[in-house]
């Protein structure tokens, strides 16, 4: 028995070595894989700015900017409201543009402080709206995407808001004329017209607002910041900015406006 015994063990142990050295390498092939996995950007746009292929204007230099600090970055529709829950919870790595400030209603969120772009902000109508500010709304049945504090905070007084998740549906409503007005980026909102087909939507003058937008971490990242910001700054300097705006722009036979 004590031979069978020993025989047993010794045929067991290259096997148990065997397994050992399995377990070993799958659990340092998943630390290797967790370690080289994107981080994941959030962006609630879903035209000129960010596409399902990550071919839009900010998806193309927010991933350059990453690949520059020697890291990849996806780009990962989440919508408006929700995308700052989940980066301010860690759940998502970033935010891919928003105004300055963020931090102050989600602390646990970092500002990488170097604009991504200056978005205006405008009043799309069917028809001719004089606007003289935000006073000039405010008897309007107006628009506004759900989560775009920028905008909300101006419209929150007003009697006749509709918010929306999506974009688009506030642009069919002003087109079946149940809006006035439709409150959104000058640039965005051009692209969409021109998706939808829509030829009688236009934007109006003045904007309402001008602001530099900017990309967000998760606080756990914070030490990406400024490598990130300088990846940011050398791309303007050397070009790759500017191309990435002017190839956005004539991929999508738009009229080239820098940001």
């Not at 003289?132 to 007003?158: C, M, P, Q, T, Y």
Request: charged fraction near 25%.
């Amino acid at each position: 028995m004590l031979c069978r015994a020993e025989t047993s063990s010794a045929s067991w142990w290259p096997i148990l070595q065997a397994s050992c050295a399995t377990v070993a390498l799958l659990l340092l092939l998943c630390a290797s894989a967790s370690a080289e996995a994107p981080l994941r950007i959030s962006t609630s746009y879903t035209t000129l700015f960010s596409t399902p292929e990550q071919t839009g204007m900010l998806d193309r230099i927010i991933k350059e900017a990453f690949q520059r600090i020697g890291l990849d970055a996806e780009i990962v529709f989440t919508p408006t409201a929700r995308s700052l829950v989940e980066v301010n919870s860690g759940m998502l790595d970033g935010e891919i543009n928003r105004i300055a400030g963020m931090e102050r209603r989600y602390p646990d969120m970092v500002c990488v402080p170097e604009p991504n772009m200056q978005m205006q902000f405008v009043a799309f109508a069917t028809k001719d709206v004089p606007i003289s500010g935000w006073n000039s709304l405010a008897n309007l049945h107006v628009g506004v995407v759900a989560g775009w504090k920028i905008l909300e905070e101006h419209v929150r007084e007003f009697p006749h808001v509709t918010y929306a998740v999506e974009e688009k549906q506030l642009f069919e409503m002003l087109e079946m004329g149940r809006l006035d007005v439709v409150l959104y980026s000058r640039l965005g909102g051009r692209m969409l017209i021109k998706q939808l087909g829509y030829r009688d939507i236009v934007s109006l003058d003045p904007p309402l607002l001008s602001r530099d937008m900017f990309l967000y971490l998760y606080k756990g990242h914070k030490a990406l910041c400024r490598p990130l910001a300088e990846a940011l700054r050398d791309m303007k300097r050397d070009g790759t900015y500017e191309r990435i705006v002017r190839e956005t722009h004539r991929d999508l036979e738009l009229p080239y406006q820098r940001p």
